[in-house]
Protein backbone atom coordinates (compact mmCIF):
# COMPACT_ATOMS: atom_id res chain seq x y z
CA UNK A 1 0.00 0.00 0.00
CA UNK A 2 1.53 3.42 -1.06
CA UNK A 3 -0.11 6.44 0.73
CA UNK A 4 -1.96 9.30 -1.46
CA UNK A 5 -2.22 12.87 -0.79
CA UNK A 6 -5.22 14.65 1.08
CA UNK A 7 -8.42 15.33 -0.14
CA UNK A 8 -9.13 18.79 0.21
CA UNK A 9 -11.79 19.39 2.93
CA UNK A 10 -14.20 21.49 0.73
CA UNK A 11 -14.93 17.70 -1.05
CA UNK A 12 -15.28 15.39 2.03
CA UNK A 13 -18.68 17.04 2.94
CA UNK A 14 -21.62 14.82 2.14
CA UNK A 15 -20.58 11.37 1.36
CA UNK A 16 -21.57 9.20 -0.92
CA UNK A 17 -21.34 10.90 -4.19
CA UNK A 18 -18.53 13.16 -4.95
CA UNK A 19 -20.37 15.85 -6.02
CA UNK A 20 -19.65 19.91 -6.84
CA UNK A 21 -22.25 22.83 -6.48
CA UNK A 22 -25.20 20.32 -5.60
CA UNK A 23 -24.28 18.39 -9.27
CA UNK A 24 -22.82 14.87 -8.77
CA UNK A 25 -19.78 13.98 -11.16
CA UNK A 26 -21.60 11.75 -12.91
CA UNK A 27 -24.77 14.48 -13.89
CA UNK A 28 -21.46 16.33 -15.08
CA UNK A 29 -19.98 13.27 -16.93
CA UNK A 30 -24.04 12.92 -18.56
CA UNK A 31 -24.34 16.58 -19.68
CA UNK A 32 -20.35 17.07 -20.35
CA UNK A 33 -18.97 14.14 -21.37
CA UNK A 34 -15.86 12.36 -19.97
CA UNK A 35 -12.91 12.73 -19.32
CA UNK A 36 -14.26 15.54 -17.25
CA UNK A 37 -12.33 18.60 -15.46
CA UNK A 38 -14.60 20.49 -13.17
CA UNK A 39 -13.45 23.57 -11.54
CA UNK A 40 -15.52 24.28 -8.58
CA UNK A 41 -15.93 28.63 -8.80
CA UNK A 42 -16.93 27.99 -4.67
CA UNK A 43 -13.16 27.15 -4.27
CA UNK A 44 -11.41 29.86 -5.93
CA UNK A 45 -13.63 32.66 -4.58
CA UNK A 46 -12.84 31.12 -0.98
CA UNK A 47 -9.23 31.58 -2.17
CA UNK A 48 -9.53 35.20 -3.22
CA UNK A 49 -11.37 35.73 -0.74
CA UNK A 50 -9.22 34.57 2.14
CA UNK A 51 -5.82 36.36 0.04
CA UNK A 52 -7.87 39.42 0.94
CA UNK A 53 -8.16 38.81 3.98
CA UNK A 54 -4.66 38.53 4.95
CA UNK A 55 -2.71 40.36 2.41
CA UNK A 56 -5.15 43.90 2.47
CA UNK A 57 -3.28 46.73 0.01
CA UNK A 58 -1.50 44.36 -1.78
CA UNK A 59 -2.69 43.80 -5.22
CA UNK A 60 -3.44 40.45 -6.90
CA UNK A 61 -2.84 38.71 -10.22
CA UNK A 62 -3.83 35.78 -11.58
CA UNK A 63 -1.03 33.81 -13.37
CA UNK A 64 -2.84 32.34 -16.38
CA UNK A 65 -0.57 29.42 -17.27
CA UNK A 66 -1.88 27.79 -14.51
CA UNK A 67 -5.07 27.60 -16.10
CA UNK A 68 -6.40 29.37 -19.12
CA UNK A 69 -9.76 27.72 -19.79
CA UNK A 70 -12.46 30.98 -20.54
CA UNK A 71 -14.94 30.63 -18.35
CA UNK A 72 -12.54 29.98 -15.32
CA UNK A 73 -10.51 33.03 -16.50
CA UNK A 74 -13.57 35.10 -16.94
CA UNK A 75 -14.90 34.31 -13.54
CA UNK A 76 -11.22 35.02 -11.93
CA UNK A 77 -11.06 38.60 -13.76
CA UNK A 78 -14.19 39.61 -11.18
CA UNK A 79 -11.84 38.89 -8.20
CA UNK A 80 -8.35 39.80 -9.19
CA UNK A 81 -6.58 42.98 -10.32
CA UNK A 82 -4.88 41.54 -13.20
CA UNK A 83 -3.47 39.09 -15.02
CA UNK A 84 -0.03 37.77 -15.68
CA UNK A 85 0.76 36.10 -19.11
CA UNK A 86 3.81 34.03 -20.27
CA UNK A 87 2.93 33.80 -24.23
CA UNK A 88 1.06 35.88 -26.70
CA UNK A 89 -0.89 32.48 -27.16
CA UNK A 90 -2.18 33.32 -23.68
CA UNK A 91 -3.08 36.79 -24.91
CA UNK A 92 -4.95 35.70 -27.79
CA UNK A 93 -7.10 33.60 -25.14
CA UNK A 94 -7.78 36.31 -22.84
CA UNK A 95 -8.76 38.36 -26.11
CA UNK A 96 -10.97 35.40 -27.01
CA UNK A 97 -12.58 35.27 -23.46
CA UNK A 98 -13.45 39.55 -23.81
CA UNK A 99 -10.85 40.09 -21.50
CA UNK A 100 -9.17 42.82 -23.00
CA UNK A 101 -10.35 45.57 -20.60
CA UNK A 102 -9.39 49.02 -19.64
CA UNK A 103 -9.80 47.60 -16.32
CA UNK A 104 -7.74 44.20 -16.42
CA UNK A 105 -4.30 45.22 -16.57
CA UNK A 106 -2.09 42.52 -18.00
CA UNK A 107 1.55 41.71 -17.70
CA UNK A 108 3.46 39.38 -19.64
CA UNK A 109 6.69 37.99 -18.57
CA UNK A 110 8.50 35.22 -19.88
CA UNK A 111 11.79 34.03 -21.93
CA UNK A 112 12.16 33.96 -25.52
CA UNK A 113 9.59 36.80 -26.63
CA UNK A 114 9.72 37.33 -30.41
CA UNK A 115 9.51 40.56 -32.01
CA UNK A 116 5.47 39.90 -33.16
CA UNK A 117 4.81 38.94 -29.68
CA UNK A 118 6.48 41.86 -28.43
CA UNK A 119 4.43 43.78 -31.21
CA UNK A 120 1.20 42.08 -30.17
CA UNK A 121 1.89 42.88 -26.53
CA UNK A 122 2.83 46.63 -27.23
CA UNK A 123 -0.64 46.78 -29.53
CA UNK A 124 -2.57 45.81 -26.68
CA UNK A 125 -1.27 47.55 -24.29
CA UNK A 126 0.06 45.12 -22.00
CA UNK A 127 2.77 45.67 -19.96
CA UNK A 128 6.00 43.87 -20.62
CA UNK A 129 8.40 42.62 -18.46
CA UNK A 130 11.90 42.18 -20.00
CA UNK A 131 13.82 39.63 -19.53
CA UNK A 132 17.08 40.77 -21.35
CA UNK A 133 19.21 43.89 -22.15
CA UNK A 134 18.19 42.34 -26.01
CA UNK A 135 14.76 42.09 -25.92
CA UNK A 136 14.68 45.66 -23.65
CA UNK A 137 16.19 46.99 -27.31
CA UNK A 138 13.94 45.39 -29.19
CA UNK A 139 11.04 46.40 -27.83
CA UNK A 140 12.00 49.73 -28.10
CA UNK A 141 12.48 49.69 -31.88
CA UNK A 142 9.17 48.41 -32.22
CA UNK A 143 7.59 51.05 -30.10
CA UNK A 144 9.11 54.03 -31.83
CA UNK A 145 8.97 51.82 -35.08
CA UNK A 146 4.96 51.74 -34.72
CA UNK A 147 4.79 55.50 -32.41
CA UNK A 148 3.51 53.74 -29.47
CA UNK A 149 4.31 53.99 -25.91
CA UNK A 150 5.41 50.87 -24.45
CA UNK A 151 5.10 49.81 -20.73
CA UNK A 152 8.09 48.07 -19.52
CA UNK A 153 8.73 46.43 -15.98
CA UNK A 154 11.82 44.60 -15.32
CA UNK A 155 11.92 40.81 -14.36
CA UNK A 156 15.14 40.65 -11.74
CA UNK A 157 17.11 37.64 -11.70
CA UNK A 158 17.16 37.76 -7.64
CA UNK A 159 20.67 36.99 -5.67
CA UNK A 160 18.45 34.44 -3.87
CA UNK A 161 15.75 31.83 -3.97
CA UNK A 162 12.83 30.57 -2.32
CA UNK A 163 14.67 27.92 0.00
CA UNK A 164 12.64 24.56 -0.41
CA UNK A 165 10.52 25.32 -3.52
CA UNK A 166 9.42 22.95 -5.92
CA UNK A 167 10.96 25.37 -8.67
CA UNK A 168 13.74 27.08 -7.38
CA UNK A 169 13.96 29.97 -9.74
CA UNK A 170 16.47 32.52 -8.28
CA UNK A 171 19.92 32.88 -6.62
CA UNK A 172 21.65 31.22 -9.62
CA UNK A 173 22.64 31.66 -13.74
CA UNK A 174 18.83 31.98 -15.15
CA UNK A 175 17.40 32.81 -18.37
CA UNK A 176 14.50 34.24 -16.57
CA UNK A 177 15.02 37.91 -16.11
CA UNK A 178 18.13 40.31 -15.70
CA UNK A 179 20.88 39.84 -13.24
CA UNK A 180 20.10 41.92 -10.35
CA UNK A 181 23.32 44.25 -10.63
CA UNK A 182 22.53 45.00 -14.08
CA UNK A 183 18.82 46.51 -13.42
CA UNK A 184 19.75 49.87 -12.70
CA UNK A 185 20.86 50.31 -15.79
CA UNK A 186 17.98 48.69 -18.33
CA UNK A 187 16.37 51.36 -16.28
CA UNK A 188 17.84 53.98 -17.28
CA UNK A 189 17.59 53.21 -20.63
CA UNK A 190 13.62 52.39 -20.31
CA UNK A 191 13.47 56.17 -19.21
CA UNK A 192 15.81 57.74 -21.52
CA UNK A 193 13.99 56.49 -23.98
CA UNK A 194 10.67 58.02 -23.48
CA UNK A 195 9.25 54.71 -22.97
CA UNK A 196 6.93 54.47 -19.34
CA UNK A 197 8.96 52.00 -16.71
CA UNK A 198 6.05 50.25 -14.81
CA UNK A 199 8.47 48.60 -11.85
CA UNK A 200 10.06 45.33 -10.88
CA UNK A 201 9.12 42.04 -11.43
CA UNK A 202 10.90 39.34 -9.21
CA UNK A 203 9.78 35.77 -9.46
CA UNK A 204 11.83 33.59 -7.08
CA UNK A 205 10.07 29.94 -7.30
CA UNK A 206 7.02 28.46 -6.81
CA UNK A 207 4.90 25.77 -4.59
CA UNK A 208 6.57 26.46 -1.11
CA UNK A 209 4.38 25.41 1.79
CA UNK A 210 6.53 26.86 3.83
CA UNK A 211 5.61 30.26 5.29
CA UNK A 212 9.03 31.08 6.82
CA UNK A 213 10.54 30.73 3.34
CA UNK A 214 8.11 32.74 1.81
CA UNK A 215 8.48 35.32 4.31
CA UNK A 216 12.36 35.48 3.85
CA UNK A 217 11.68 35.53 -0.13
CA UNK A 218 9.25 38.71 0.26
CA UNK A 219 11.34 40.56 3.09
CA UNK A 220 14.55 39.87 0.64
CA UNK A 221 12.81 41.15 -2.79
CA UNK A 222 11.51 44.59 -1.08
CA UNK A 223 15.24 45.04 0.34
CA UNK A 224 16.53 43.94 -3.29
CA UNK A 225 13.72 46.99 -4.76
CA UNK A 226 14.62 49.52 -2.44
CA UNK A 227 18.17 49.00 -3.51
CA UNK A 228 17.98 49.23 -7.20
CA UNK A 229 15.06 52.31 -6.63
CA UNK A 230 18.23 53.88 -4.52
CA UNK A 231 20.36 52.80 -7.40
CA UNK A 232 18.71 54.63 -10.22
CA UNK A 233 17.12 57.38 -7.82
CA UNK A 234 13.24 56.61 -8.74
CA UNK A 235 10.36 54.56 -7.43
CA UNK A 236 9.28 51.99 -9.10
CA UNK A 237 5.23 52.36 -9.25
CA UNK A 238 5.20 48.76 -9.27
CA UNK A 239 6.67 45.72 -7.68
CA UNK A 240 5.55 42.75 -8.25
CA UNK A 241 6.76 40.19 -5.57
CA UNK A 242 5.90 37.08 -7.43
CA UNK A 243 4.32 34.70 -5.58
CA UNK A 244 5.20 30.71 -5.15
CA UNK A 245 2.30 29.89 -2.83
CA UNK A 246 2.10 26.09 -3.05
CA UNK A 247 -0.97 23.41 -2.16
CA UNK A 248 -0.95 20.08 -0.18
CA UNK A 249 -0.43 17.71 -3.00
CA UNK A 250 0.79 14.41 -1.22
CA UNK A 251 0.82 12.64 2.08
CA UNK A 252 1.99 15.28 4.69
CA UNK A 253 1.87 17.98 2.87
CA UNK A 254 -0.10 20.36 5.38
CA UNK A 255 -1.33 24.04 4.05
CA UNK A 256 0.55 27.32 3.60
CA UNK A 257 0.04 29.51 6.72
CA UNK A 258 -1.34 32.46 4.43
CA UNK A 259 -2.08 34.50 7.13
CA UNK A 260 1.39 34.35 8.66
CA UNK A 261 3.38 35.17 5.23
CA UNK A 262 0.23 37.99 4.87
CA UNK A 263 1.15 39.50 8.55
CA UNK A 264 4.80 39.43 8.45
CA UNK A 265 4.65 41.12 4.86
CA UNK A 266 2.31 44.03 6.20
CA UNK A 267 5.36 44.30 8.61
CA UNK A 268 7.64 44.36 6.19
CA UNK A 269 5.75 47.00 3.96
CA UNK A 270 5.45 49.05 7.13
CA UNK A 271 9.11 49.13 7.46
CA UNK A 272 9.77 49.47 3.67
CA UNK A 273 12.52 51.90 2.47
CA UNK A 274 11.48 55.55 2.38
CA UNK A 275 12.10 55.28 -2.20
CA UNK A 276 9.06 52.65 -1.96
CA UNK A 277 7.13 54.58 0.10
CA UNK A 278 4.92 55.17 -3.25
CA UNK A 279 5.24 51.90 -4.91
CA UNK A 280 2.13 49.57 -5.28
CA UNK A 281 2.81 45.66 -4.21
CA UNK A 282 1.41 42.70 -5.98
CA UNK A 283 1.72 38.98 -5.61
CA UNK A 284 1.03 37.10 -8.45
CA UNK A 285 -0.95 33.44 -7.86
CA UNK A 286 -1.85 30.33 -10.37
CA UNK A 287 -1.82 27.02 -8.53
CA UNK A 288 -2.17 28.68 -5.28
CA UNK A 289 -6.23 30.45 -6.28
CA UNK A 290 -6.99 27.63 -8.48
CA UNK A 291 -5.35 24.14 -7.87
CA UNK A 292 -7.90 22.98 -5.19
CA UNK A 293 -10.72 23.82 -7.14
CA UNK A 294 -10.79 21.64 -10.15
CA UNK A 295 -11.24 17.65 -10.67
CA UNK A 296 -10.28 15.23 -13.22
CA UNK A 297 -12.84 12.91 -13.37
CA UNK A 298 -12.15 9.44 -15.60
CA UNK A 299 -14.32 6.44 -16.17
CA UNK A 300 -13.15 2.82 -15.68
CA UNK A 301 -12.89 0.88 -18.40
CA UNK A 302 -11.51 -2.26 -17.79
CA UNK A 303 -10.37 -4.28 -14.39
CA UNK A 304 -8.15 -6.76 -14.74
CA UNK A 305 -5.62 -8.63 -11.85
CA UNK A 306 -2.18 -9.11 -12.88
CA UNK A 307 0.43 -11.94 -10.84
CA UNK A 308 -1.68 -10.61 -7.96
CA UNK A 309 -2.24 -7.08 -8.47
CA UNK A 310 -5.22 -5.71 -9.41
CA UNK A 311 -5.70 -2.41 -12.00
CA UNK A 312 -8.25 -0.18 -12.71
CA UNK A 313 -7.89 1.14 -16.03
CA UNK A 314 -9.78 4.26 -17.48
CA UNK A 315 -10.57 6.52 -20.49
CA UNK A 316 -8.45 9.23 -19.11
CA UNK A 317 -4.43 9.02 -18.49
CA UNK A 318 -1.40 11.58 -18.70
CA UNK A 319 -2.18 13.17 -21.57
CA UNK A 320 -4.87 14.97 -19.45
CA UNK A 321 -3.36 14.47 -16.26
CA UNK A 322 0.26 14.55 -16.77
CA UNK A 323 1.47 15.80 -13.47
CA UNK A 324 -0.42 13.02 -11.53
CA UNK A 325 1.25 10.45 -13.52
CA UNK A 326 4.71 12.46 -11.85
CA UNK A 327 6.22 12.98 -15.22
CA UNK A 328 5.55 16.77 -14.91
CA UNK A 329 9.26 17.45 -13.38
CA UNK A 330 8.68 15.62 -10.17
CA UNK A 331 11.67 13.92 -8.84
CA UNK A 332 9.95 10.97 -6.92
CA UNK A 333 6.68 9.62 -8.22
CA UNK A 334 3.71 10.34 -5.36
CA UNK A 335 0.37 9.75 -5.57
CA UNK A 336 -2.00 12.57 -6.01
CA UNK A 337 -5.13 12.13 -4.16
CA UNK A 338 -7.88 9.83 -5.80
CA UNK A 339 -11.25 8.77 -4.68
CA UNK A 340 -14.01 6.40 -6.39
CA UNK A 341 -16.68 9.48 -7.04
CA UNK A 342 -19.87 7.07 -6.70
CA UNK A 343 -18.30 5.77 -3.71
CA UNK A 344 -16.86 9.09 -2.13
CA UNK A 345 -16.51 8.58 1.39
CA UNK A 346 -16.96 4.77 1.99
CA UNK A 347 -13.95 2.40 3.73
CA UNK A 348 -11.10 1.58 1.36
CA UNK A 349 -11.81 -2.13 0.66
CA UNK A 350 -9.01 -2.95 -1.35
CA UNK A 351 -5.46 -1.94 -3.09
CA UNK A 352 -5.64 -0.99 -6.38
CA UNK A 353 -3.26 0.46 -9.43
CA UNK A 354 -5.24 2.99 -11.05
CA UNK A 355 -2.93 3.02 -15.02
CA UNK A 356 -4.68 5.60 -18.10
CA UNK A 357 -5.88 4.07 -21.56
CA UNK A 358 -1.94 5.16 -22.97
CA UNK A 359 0.17 2.55 -24.38
CA UNK A 360 2.97 3.67 -22.20
CA UNK A 361 4.08 2.23 -18.51
CA UNK A 362 4.77 5.85 -17.45
CA UNK A 363 0.76 6.19 -17.68
CA UNK A 364 0.66 5.11 -13.91
CA UNK A 365 -2.29 7.74 -12.36
CA UNK A 366 -2.06 6.34 -8.84
CA UNK A 367 0.04 3.73 -7.89
CA UNK A 368 -0.93 1.23 -5.13
CA UNK A 369 -3.78 2.87 -3.25
CA UNK A 370 -6.51 1.72 -0.86
CA UNK A 371 -10.30 2.53 -2.30
CA UNK A 372 -13.66 0.97 -1.80
CA UNK A 373 -14.20 -0.96 -4.73
CA UNK A 374 -14.61 -0.27 -8.60
CA UNK A 375 -16.07 -2.04 -10.93
CA UNK A 376 -16.34 -1.24 -15.02
CA UNK A 377 -17.90 1.76 -15.61
CA UNK A 378 -17.22 3.78 -12.47
CA UNK A 379 -16.28 6.85 -11.91
CA UNK A 380 -12.17 7.67 -10.80
CA UNK A 381 -11.55 11.55 -9.32
CA UNK A 382 -8.23 12.84 -9.26
CA UNK A 383 -7.76 15.93 -6.94
CA UNK A 384 -5.76 19.05 -7.11
CA UNK A 385 -6.32 19.24 -10.77
CA UNK A 386 -7.35 22.84 -11.16
CA UNK A 387 -3.59 23.90 -12.27
CA UNK A 388 -1.40 22.42 -14.40
CA UNK A 389 -3.91 19.96 -15.55
CA UNK A 390 -5.25 19.61 -19.00
CA UNK A 391 -2.67 22.97 -19.96
CA UNK A 392 -0.03 21.35 -18.69
CA UNK A 393 -0.50 18.13 -20.41
CA UNK A 394 0.46 16.32 -23.83
CA UNK A 395 -2.88 15.94 -25.23
CA UNK A 396 -2.11 15.23 -28.40
CA UNK A 397 0.25 11.85 -27.56
CA UNK A 398 -1.20 8.93 -28.41
CA UNK A 399 -4.10 10.49 -30.25
CA UNK A 400 -6.28 9.47 -27.85
CA UNK A 401 -9.61 11.56 -26.86
CA UNK A 402 -9.65 15.54 -26.22
CA UNK A 403 -11.01 16.23 -22.08
CA UNK A 404 -13.93 18.04 -21.59
CA UNK A 405 -14.09 21.26 -19.01
CA UNK A 406 -16.49 22.82 -16.90
CA UNK A 407 -16.59 25.41 -14.49
CA UNK A 408 -19.32 24.87 -12.26
C1 LIG B 1 4.47 29.95 -13.37
C2 LIG B 1 4.58 31.31 -12.88
C3 LIG B 1 3.68 31.76 -11.91
C4 LIG B 1 2.64 30.90 -11.27
O1 LIG B 1 3.18 29.93 -10.43
P1 LIG B 1 2.23 29.11 -9.43
O2 LIG B 1 3.14 28.14 -8.79
O3 LIG B 1 1.18 28.48 -10.27
O4 LIG B 1 1.64 30.10 -8.49
C5 LIG B 1 3.77 33.07 -11.52
N1 LIG B 1 4.70 33.90 -12.06
C6 LIG B 1 5.59 33.49 -12.98
C7 LIG B 1 6.57 34.44 -13.52
C8 LIG B 1 5.57 32.19 -13.43
O5 LIG B 1 6.45 31.78 -14.33
Redesign the pocket.
Known sequence: MKAMGPVSADFLRGGGDLSFGGKSAEELIAAHGAPLFVYNHAIIDRQAKRYRAAFAGVGLHY?V??NPFAPLMQHMAGLVDGL?L?SSGELVRVEAAGLLRPDLPLSF?GPGKTSSDLAEAVQAGVCVHVESENELERLLAIAKLTKQQASIGVRVNPPFGLKGSGMKMGGLASQFGVDHEAVPGLVRRIVEAGAEWRGLHV?AG??SLSAEAVIDMQRATVALAGEIATEVGLTPPEVNL????GIPYFAGDKPLDIEAVGAALEDTLANRPLILAGTNFVI?????LVGECGVYLTRVVDRKVSRGKTFLVVDGGLHHMLAASGNFGQLLRRNYPVAVANRFGDEPEEEVTVVGCLCTPLDLLADEVALPRAEVGDVIAIFCAG?YGLTASPQAFLSQGAAREVLV
Not at 284 to 288: D, H, T, V
Open positions: AKADAAYSQGGGFELGRWA
